[in-house]
């Protein structure tokens, strides 16, 4: 009883690893694509060096909206 609580935990802990750097992955790319392809005028690496807090919170917002359509999509 015992190994089998521990081999379904680790399971469990695996398959959380793999979404969690798929995740990881797939927010990167699509802020990756949204920068490229929506905001051709807006450079955001350049912008954040400036000091441009607006930019930072746009940014992270994108991030947050991917990360919840990917969970929702991963949880099924």
Known sequence: MQSEFLTATLF?????????????F???????????KLLKQVDIQQELKKGNIAVAIFASTILVFVAMIISFGLKG
């Open 12 to 24: 469990n802990l695996g398959i959380n690893l793999i979404y969690t750097v798929l995740a990881i």
């Open 26 to 36: 797939v927010g990167m790319v699509a802020l990756l694509i949204i920068d490229k």
